[in-house]
């Protein structure tokens, strides 16, 4: 096989994997429906990753416990890992987590989630935003926001906008 054969499957194998990492991202930006989330702040930038602010969803816990320090959304405890789904409901305007479960939901707007690492994760922990307009975030996060959701027919979920009650 010659060079620029094996380059350009090197190439296109690339961008499949980048495609598939994004997936999840793009569906539930594309094709997903809009809800609103209490959110507050956990660490409102890093001088490393630049300007983003680790969200905590408090209506969304399991536990009921908050974290000043990371985020996500608690831990199920039950001895096992994988996929953790959240069943969505409306409640004054916003939406708040009702059930946690292990088996996808037949129906009704769902996170998929995953808790293979230490803590649940959703894919919504992190609002990336412009340098110039972080300190604003962080006041506007302190006053109490809201966190738009889209949120796809699988589960898939992205934050793309964050804003005040």
């Not at 831990?75 to 890992?81: A, F, I, K, R, T």
């Given at each position: 096989m010659n060079r620029i054969a094996a380059t350009g499957i090197i190439a296109v194998s690339q961008l499949a994997l980048v495609g598939i990492a994004v997936a999840p991202q793009l569906s539930a930006r594309v094709a997903g429906e809009a809800y609103l989330v209490r959110v507050a702040p956990v660490d409102p930038i890093d001088p490393f990753r630049g300007a983003y602010?680790?969200?905590?969803?408090?209506?969304?816990?399991?536990?009921?416990?908050?974290?000043?320090?990371?985020?996500?959304?608690?831990?199920?405890?039950?001895?096992?890992?994988?996929?953790?789904?959240?069943?969505?409901?409306?409640?004054?305007?916003?939406?708040?987590?009702e059930e946690w479960s292990r088996t996808r939901p037949d129906e009704g707007p769902y996170l998929a989630c995953d808790d293979r690492s230490w803590q649940v994760r959703c894919g919504i922990e992190s609002w990336f935003l412009p340098q110039d307009d972080a300190q604003e975030a962080e006041h506007l996060l302190r006053d109490g926001a809201v966190a738009e959701l889209r949120v796809d027919d699988c589960g898939n979920a992205t934050v793309v906008d964050v804003r005040g009650r």
């Open positions: 602010v680790a969200l905590d969803y408090p209506d969304l816990r399991h536990d009921g416990s908050q974290s000043s320090v990371e985020p996500g959304l608690g831990s199920m405890e039950d001895g096992e890992s994988g996929d953790v789904y959240i069943r969505l409901v409306e409640e004054d305007g916003v939406w708040i987590g």
